[in-house]
């Protein structure tokens, strides 16, 4: 840490809530004592840098404070709910002290982020601005005007009209949607805001007024993009705690009664004894509990946060603590974007002038997304707090320059060496509120080289390549593109250029060892909102713990997260392919999540078309879907629960036809469409087929030229009749188009039917669709099964592992 406070006194009654503040701050020398009478004897001998302490007789202290230390940052802890706490608090302020307020309820690691937060207003910059700056804020459902008389990096003094009573904003009284406007021009927002001190101001030369200096976060974060989900499976739960326990993450309990009073656990372990998981420490003090007492497990990992309610089954009088391991963990994920680290060749510089100060100033970018990115800066004499707006050059790798807008969504400090402590190192975080489309392109193609340096762009590899690759890894695909035929190569080969190197639609990553490829694996937008992974190969002889494969898919996935539209990810696999089934079974039951992820199954039926074949006698009349089919089949399958499907397949109502999406393949040559066909019953459709409609290539197993059926009802006595129906008219939609076959995906109640029509099962398939908050989690799965297997067994039996 490059700020110089080292010194810090906490001054509280309650022990546990001493040991809590002080194991809050790790890298500081923490003093605790019981009474502000033992305080001010502590301050006469060394005065502290920061002091913690309740707000009883709080102007007194702040009295004894300014004799002896008078450069000291002062925190109370006040609870919102203690009226006589914040009295004592707003009579200090108007009193002209200067300090903050930590609230009483903080617990685990947001209490440490707050006292961090506390400590970066010590040196750092703040302007007194000469042109005026217009502030308006909520409060209490009224909307005030004020003048902004100076503003800094984590807050501003404002000038508030004298009428409006000092008792409306007393300490820790909270603003919404506080901005500030420079000539009517929005240059920073903030969704809250506290008040610090409140001030009336009467002088001779001076207009009265109030004065406020409120304070807010280093961080505008939005609500997760899902709601939490819980992994309940035993195995699961000990094995997110070994490794955490692995990366030495910080383990915190508390009390499920009394939220104030956390302790982190030190150097935690895990036993199982008689078949039961527990987690004994050294606590950084004593738990207030007793054995059977309810205690609450909450830890921070990988981007997201962890949670679980254990039982407390023993603790000693040193500390030593003995905890039943949840039986479920709740997980969050706080991550949008991947960002990652750009290359030596890939380097991206940020020119800007800052709003607040007007200085020129130029940054190398440390992280980046298409989404945002962060660069360094020096909050003691640069100012740009969270919620700052303001435009910028971006210096692309190739030379070229992006004009874009940006929008500080968070700073944060740096742990960098100050031999003179003035630098105050920071890093600012910032999200695109604009960028051109040449610069995201680039964006992601330095994040495949960062996430996997021996992956290329597949689309620039010659088709031929790639296709003698598929075979030597006896890649198994989609019949009618036999490898000895030169006239599918061209026309798979004209896809595969306009398909993945504009980039747009879909990914193809080559893994190259010198000049050999020896694994490649393709992202396609296959609906709106999916991205879909396909034709994974590695050629055989190539140990798992190269991690080829686990390089391909990580990169993918993850470019699809970076992807800001797409919401799911979805991959197939064969269930006779003994590798896939086993890890894609296991991955989907571990992290099944009602709403969030669907596994399905289905059999992959063909029919040749190149002869004739007579069409049934006695078949159902079937036509053209209407708006209302639409309607009906979403409906249908909310009502089943399927809402995944739904939204990961395009199936509303409106999108269905995927007009949106085949508007955008058609800007590169491509086609996308889909078609629905319906037999009707008395009160409403009997079955259904959807029949999808795509350039030959897209997928090479050709899921963008199947069918497949929905039948609400399987014991209507014209159900197996109605299949038969819509299966030739599915035929002949196939035949209408010039397809070499007809593809249908269906259920294993519809089997017999097709072959019945002529059809050949090859094979049960798996496919599962997963959301995108749940990335994070997969990756660490994915990993953790490698790490393991490359421990357990060097035996390839990842050669040859392929795609359906």
């Known amino acids: 840490m490059s700020v110089p406070m080292r010194d810090v006194l906490v001054v509280h009654p309650n022990a546990g809530r001493r040991a809590a503040l002080a194991s809050a701050l790790p890298s500081h020398r923490v003093v605790a004592v019981e009474s502000k009478v033992e305080a001010a004897l502590r301050m006469v001998n060394v005065a502290p840098a920061l002091i913690i302490a309740p707000p009883d007789d709080a102007r007194h202290f702040l009295r004894e404070v300014d004799r002896s230390a008078p450069d000291a940052v002062r925190v109370f802890i006040c609870s919102q709910t203690d009226p006589a706490g914040l009295e004592e608090l707003m009579q200090s302020a108007a009193e002209g002290h200067v300090f903050s307020i930590l609230d009483d309820t903080l617990a685990g690691p947001e209490l440490g982020r707050t006292i961090s937060h506390l400590l970066q207003y010590r040196g750092c910059a703040s302007v007194t601005l000469s042109t005026p700056y217009s502030v308006r804020f909520g409060l209490h459902g009224q909307t005030y005007q004020a003048r902004c008389l100076e503003m800094g990096n984590f807050g501003a003094t404002l000038q508030l009209p004298i009428e409006v009573p000092i008792t409306a904003v007393p300490p820790g009284t909270a603003l919404q949607d506080v901005f500030i406007e420079r000539e009517g021009q929005l240059i920073f927002r903030a969704a809250w805001a506290h008040v610090q001190r409140a001030q009336p101001v009467r002088e001779l030369d001076v207009v009265p007024h109030l004065r406020l200096g409120i304070s807010w976060s280093t ?153 945002g990115l962060s660069f360094p800066f020096d909050a003691s004499c640069e100012i740009l707090p969270a919620g700052l707006q303001f435009d910028a050059s971006l210096l692309l790798p190739d030379g070229s320059e992006a004009e874009c807008q940006l929008e500080i ?114 992202g396609l937008r296959s609906h709106s909102r999916t991205w879909l992974l396909q034709q994974l190969c590695v050629l055989p002889g190539f140990h798992r713990n190269q991690w080829v494969s686990y390089e391909l898919s990580t990169t993918l996935v993850e470019f699809g997260e970076a992807l800001e539209d797409i919401e799911f990810i979805r991959y197939t696999w064969r269930r006779d392919n003994r590798w896939p089934n086993r890890f894609g079974s296991w991955l989907a039951r571990v992290m099944d999540s009602p709403g969030l992820s669907l596994l399905r199954h289905y059999n992959y039926m063909r029919l040749p078309l190149a002869t004739e074949r007579q069409r049934p006698a006695g078949l159902l009349p079937v036509r053209e879907s209407t708006h209302a089919d639409r309607v009906w089949l979403e409906n249908h399958l909310r009502a089943r629960g399927e809402w995944v499907r739904v939204l990961g397949e395009d199936l509303e109502a409106d999108r269905l036809e995927l007009d949106a999406l085949g508007e955008r393949f058609h800007q590169h040559g491509l086609y996308r469409h889909r078609r629905m066909f319906v037999v009707d019953g008395e009160d409403g459709p009997l079955a259904l087929a959807l029949a999808e409609e795509g350039t030959p290539g897209l997928s090479l197993i050709e899921a963008t030229n199947a069918f497949w059926l929905v039948v609400p009802e399987r014991s209507h006595p014209r159900a197996r009749l109605a299949v038969q129906s819509l299966t030739e008219r599915c035929v002949e939609h196939a035949r209408e188009r010039g397809r070499p076959s007809a593809l249908g995906f269906v259920d294993g109640e519809d089997v017999e039917v097709l072959l019945e029509a002529g059809f050949t099962d090859l094979g049960r398939f798996s496919e599962w669709i997963f959301h995108r908050s749940l990335i994070r989690r997969w990756c660490e799965l994915w990993k953790s099964v490698f790490e393991r297997f490359v421990r357990e067994s060097d035996v390839d039996v990842m050669a040859g592992v392929e795609d359906p």
């Open 219 to 371: 961080a505008m974060y939005q609500p997760p993009q899902a709601p939490s989900m819980t992994t309940a499976e035993p195995s699961e739960v000990v094995s997110t705690l070994r490794k955490a326990l692995r990366r030495e993450i910080g383990l915190w309990l508390q009390m499920a009664d009394n939220h104030s009073i956390q302790i982190r656990l030190e150097s935690p372990s895990i036993d199982v004894v008689d078949d039961i998981a527990i987690l004994r420490g050294q606590g950084t003090s004593l738990l207030p509990g007793t054995v059977g007492d309810v205690v609450h497990l909450s830890f921070e990992m990988g981007g997201q946060s962890y949670s679980g309610v254990g039982s407390l089954l023993d603790i000693s009088p040193d500390g030593k603590t003995m905890v039943r391991i949840p039986r479920s963990l709740t997980l969050r994920n706080w991550r949008t974007l991947p960002r990652f680290k750009p290359g030596p060749n890939h380097r991206f510089l940020l020119s800007f002038k800052a709003p607040v100060t007007g200085q020129l100033t130029t940054r190398a970018v440390l992280d980046l997304s298409a989404g």
């Open 409 to 522: 969504r968070s700073i944060q400090m740096l742990r960098t060496p100050s031999p003179d402590g003035q630098l105050r190192p920071f890093r600012a975080g910032v999200r695109f509120s604009r960028l051109p489309e040449h610069a995201r392109r680039s964006i992601l193609d330095a994040f495949v080289t960062a996430r996997c340096p021996s992956a290329i762009n597949g689309g620039h590899v010659p088709f031929q390549e790639l296709w003698d690759l598929m075979e030597a890894a006896r890649y198994r695909f989609h019949p009618d593109y036999p490898f000895n035929s030169s006239k599918d190569v061209e026309l798979l080969e004209d896809a595969h250029r306009k398909l993945y190197i504009p980039g747009e639609l879909g990914r193809s990553i080559v893994f190259r060892e010198g000049q050999r490829a020896i694994g490649h694996l393709a």
